[in-house]
């Protein structure tokens, strides 16, 4: 089993930044792929960002291209999310989440963490 803890999330202004991170405890899958998703109020579950095992590859929604970076730590199993100039439409609640190496290109997870509130104030 795996369990994915993340943290950092908060209350910012909009145009100010979050830096969230995912703790993975646990046997996790043989060079997993992490990735992001969030849920809006009244939203489904939206992909953000993900990276592969290498850290070589990383993607991201058109939605939060050029403002937030995924990266990875793996000697520390622990994956990232930076997120620079925010706005109140990325108000959400941010789920890590850990796949196998071909889940970066299915977008299928099987490991999800609980999830952490980011809230962006006009």
């Known amino acids: 089993q795996v369990q994915l803890t993340e943290s950092g999330g908060g209350l910012v202004q909009a145009g100010g930044s979050l830096s969230l991170a995912c703790a993975a405890i646990?046997?996790?899958?043989?060079?997993?792929?992490m990735g992001w998703y969030r849920q809006g109020p009244g939203k489904e579950r939206e992909f953000v960002a993900a990276?592969?095992?290498?850290?070589?590859?990383?993607k991201y929604a058109d939605s939060v291209k050029g403002r937030f970076t995924i990266s990875r730590d793996n000697a520390k199993n622990t994956v990232f999310l930076q997120m620079d100039s925010l706005n109140p439409e990325d108000t959400a609640v941010y789920y890590c989440?850990?796949?196998?190496?071909?889940?970066?290109?299915?977008?299928?997870?099987?490991?999800w963490g609980q999830g952490t509130q980011v809230t962006v104030s006009s």
């Open positions: 989440a850990a796949g196998s190496s071909t889940s970066y290109y299915t977008m299928k997870y099987d490991y």
């Open positions: 646990g046997r996790t899958f043989i060079n997993p792929c």
């Open positions: 990276i592969s095992w290498s850290g070589d590859s990383t």
